[in-house]
């Protein structure tokens, strides 16, 4: 299909948006209840206990490190063995999108909320009736996102909100406006596209931001542009394809991919300089053959890891059923297999960065596949179906100072507050009885609190404090 060749004016407009957010009275935390206050309990799932210790497993099987993802509405963490879930959000509403950083502090969207849950607590950043995909940067300390009709006049010194990107900071304030989306046309104008901004991840140093772009109105056809934005450097742009776009572990360039089967605007393999945008093509069509790509990313040993197959040109059509391998990708295009067998479409893979495999979610299940690189190891189908997976810090989500958290106490007239329930489910989760799960600090709760504070050797009281909450929390997701 032939490749649009879009215009760059856009530059400037970017240039003119990535501005700083003005300074902003804090937002009210969870002490407020929500606009849409649940009376639905958290829903408490069991630990799946592994029936073998991890410590058991033969030497170089198993997850690298543990992984958090969304399964049964909730954050769950799946430990290295494969076959341990442990519960880490009690959410009343669903859970559907998910960041974490390398501080540990996780932030997450449930119902209409932008939540984040670390050593300070479970609180809420934002209310807004359209959040989607929020992103942590690796240092914790800001997060941006995308809002669909904003409430007009969330930003200080604007009266319009228009939709686009927006950036929090994680000590709470009013959202900054980052990047806002062109006004969406009646019809689409290939010579002169409007765009909407979509957050894909922070640079691995977190000084850069990676964006994608995507025409409106979308015409439901792949293919839109790569943007690489930071706050001392001018903006990058790019054509991007048809897979999510994913940074080398270094930082220095990004992987763009076109394949599986679809009316992908083009196939094969790219890299994209971060500083420049120049484009490299590793695996491109060829006259007799189609390479279909899905996932790459250059990991730290500075090889391109990811799933290939090889198509004849006159065997491709947008049914062909896609099976490809597990492969290492040189920057000259030569390909190594990694494991000898077909596989079926990956549909979500997460790499290790040191080189050791994949975890992938494919096509035909639901169930969260380990896939290592040594193709002597067997592949290890684990006990988790779930998305948004990603690889839990080596930091736990008490790793942060509690020094902004604000202490829960019994109220004397209860009301619903989300950090309330939240509690609540751990106590439960623990065998602390607190009553019914209704976000409202009433007498069952309190006497649930004293009791939890007398097993741990806490001073008395009925209060969660900072030393009882990194403890409840740290309690509630220790394997």
Known sequence: MKRYRYIWWLFIILCTACTSAPDAAPLRSTATPSVEQSTTAPTIFPTIASTVPPTAAPSGTGLPAPVYLIANE?????????????????????????????????????????????????????????ISRPRISPDGQQIVYHLTNPTPGLVIGRDDSPDGIYLSQITGGRPGLLIADDPEPDVADFSHPAWRYLPVAWSPAGER????????????????????????VSPV????????????????????????????????LYLIDAASGAEKAVLAPTATTI?????????????????????????????????????????????????????????????????????????????????????????????AEGIAFTWAPSADLTARDCSGFTDLAPQPTPQYDPAVADIQGRLATLGFDPGHIDGRFGP???????AFRTVHGLTPGDTIDCASWKLLLHWSIVP
Not at 211 to 219: F, H, I, K, Q, S
Not at 342 to 353: N, T
Not at 444 to 450: I, N
């Open 291 to 383: 390479p279909l790509v899905r996932a790459p990313q250059r990991l730290a040993d500075g090889a391109i890891y990811a799933f290939v197959e090889l198509v004849p040109t006159d065997s491709y059509t947008w049914e062909y059923p896609f099976q490809p391998r597990m492969v290492r990708i040189t920057n000259d295009g030569t390909i190594t297999p990694l494991r000898r067998e077909p596989l079926a479409e990956p549909i979500a893979v997460l790499w290790d960065a040191q080189a050791r495999g994949a975890l992938v979610r494919f096509a035909t299940a639901n169930t969260l596949v380990w896939l290592p690189i040594d193709a002597t190891l067997p592949a290890q189908t684990t006990r």
């Open 209 to 232: 931001l990676l964006l994608y772009a995507v025409m409106r109105p979308e015409m439901g056809i792949p293919g839109g542009e790569a943007v690489i934005i930071g706050p001392d």
């Open 444 to 450: 069952l709760t309190a006497a649930a609190v004293r």
């Open 237 to 268: 742009r790019t054509f991007s394809c048809c897979e999510e776009e994913l940074w080398s572990i270094d930082g220095r360039d990004i992987a763009v991919a076109g394949g599986g089967p679809g009316p992908d605007v083009r196939f094969g």
């Open 74 to 130: 909730q954050v769950m963490r799946l430990e290295p063995d494969g076959n341990r879930l442990t519960q880490i959000t009690y959410e009343p509403q669903p859970v559907y999108d998910l960041s974490v950083a390398t501080d540990g502090t996780l932030v997450y969207l449930t119902g209409n909320e932008l939540v984040a849950l670390d050593g300070n607590g479970r609180r809420t950043l934002l209310r807004e009736q359209e």
